[in-house]
């Protein structure tokens, strides 16, 4: 029923399924716990980023200010 649904021949959804019980994926594919580690690391990055994107802003209005103060 599944592989009518999904216009598949019977045979290539039960190798799909076969392959996943037996843990392997179609090549390049990852797991589970690699991509949550990927996805951690990479929300670690972007807090990084962004810390300093905000440091940077405030570096940048600070020294603004005193561009403005010289000019008078």
Known sequence: EGAS???LP???LGQWVT???KGLGT???RTVAELESEILQLRKALNEARLER???KK???YFAQESLKNTR
Do not use: M, V, W, Y
Request: no cysteine.
């Open 5 to 7: 649904r999904l216009s």
């Open 10 to 12: 019977e045979g290539t």
């Open 19 to 21: 392959a996943a019980r």
């Open 27 to 29: 090549p390049g594919s």
């Open 54 to 56: 905000d440091i940077l």
């Open 59 to 61: 570096a940048t209005a």
